[in-house]
């Protein structure tokens, strides 16, 4: 049930830590940093897919090392997460109250 | 193999599952991912572990793609119910056949020639399944649930009397063409049996017709004609030939089973709403 509950929020996690270009496994360490350990052959496929949707952008670049494909939002992909995050805040609010036996 | 082969490795596999358009830069890009996830680690286990967290080729290549559904979830148990009937019915009816044509070895005769065969039948249902699944999606507001329409008994006049026209011509040709050459022991002992009901039955059709609606009747009858017919073809197939030529013979008895398996089905259905009506009459009085 745990892993249900986390699978629904992974999107809305990558998006919010991809404001600057990053590559995947610095993204995954940054998310498992914050708590919010995804796993790879999750993480990975996920990027591409929101690039298939148009929410993020990719690029090949070096940066002194090897090239690595880097993702960040694109402007379709800013709209959709500021869609989600509202979503997010009121349904965070709304189950707050549910669980404190409020509503 | 060293950490970076079986890497390479694990990444053709995964490639070559990819489509062709995303093969070499999804692999280019996989590649440099689990060399990240490696990173300072040489041994192959290290790789070994990396590789298993992906899962097995098939599985990381599907999360690239999404995700292809032929048979709706919703569907597996019915799918799954009729593959399971539909064989059983075949399995037998490759028992009775066994029976009334025995062989040397029954078993393997059975299990080649009935149940590996009888594979066509989930084949099938799955085809159809997922050609229903297919146009759900395809065309979502035919898909829509509607009520099923009212069982009022009223019969369209004239597609049904068209049918009896059909039945009727039917009957008059198995009994008047010429080529069809009756076994003569059925002709003089079976036959005529399985003609009076068949008769009878497109009595009570004809009636039905006339009257506009099926009545509770006429509802009966047919139900209780179907199972007499059903009854009274079995027994005209069990008892012998039907036909002088055995090609000819094989052939209709094989006609005649899928229409009293059909007819089976029917009568279960119209059984069912009988004994519902009944019980609903007898609660409200």
Known sequence: MELELRRGVIVLAVLSQLDTFRYGYELRQALAEQGMAIEEGTLYPLLRRLENQGALISDWRTDGGSPRRYYTLSDDGRAQYARLARSWRELTATMDKLLEGEL | ?285
């Open chain 2, 1 to 285: 193999m060293n950490a970076t082969q079986l890497i390479d490795a694990y990444v053709a596999d995964v490639a070559k599952r990819l489509p062709r358009r995303q093969r070499a830069d999804v692999a280019a890009e996989l590649r440099t991912i689990l060399l990240d996830e490696l990173g300072d680690r040489t041994r192959p286990e290290d790789a070994h572990q990396v590789i298993d967290a992906f899962g097995r080729p098939a599985e990381a290549a599907a999360r690239y793609r999404s995700p292809l559904v032929l048979l709706d979830p919703a569907d597996s148990r019915a799918f799954l119910r009729w593959s399971l009937i539909g064989m059983a019915v075949i399995w037998a009816l490759g028992v009775a056949d066994g029976f009334a044509n025995p062989t040397p070895n029954p078993a393997a005769t059975w299990w080649l020639g009935v149940a590996i065969p009888s594979l066509w039948w989930p084949g099938v249902l799955f085809a159809a399944f997922a050609l229903g699944a297919y146009t759900r999606r395809k065309w979502p507001e035919r898909a829509r649930w509607k009520p099923s329409a009212a069982d009022t008994g009223h019969l369209n006049r004239g597609w049904h009397a068209a049918a009896l026209v059909f039945y009727i011509g039917g009957t008059i040709a198995l009994v008047a063409l010429p080529w069809l050459r009756y076994d003569p022991v059925f002709h003089a002992q079976r036959g005529p049996w399985v003609l009076a009901l068949l008769i009878a039955h497109l009595v009570v059709y004809a009636a039905a017709i006339a009257a506009g609606r099926w009545n509770t009747l006429t509802r009966r009858l047919d139900i209780a004609l179907n199972l007499l017919v059903g009854g009274v073809l079995v027994w005209a197939m069990a008892a012998g030939a039907l036909f002088t030529e055995r090609w000819v013979d094989d052939m209709v008895k094989f006609i005649v089973i899928v229409i009293l398996l059909v007819t089976a089905a029917d009568v279960v259905q119209k059984l069912r709403r009988e004994l519902r009506q009944h019980s609903a009459n007898v609660s409200s009085t």
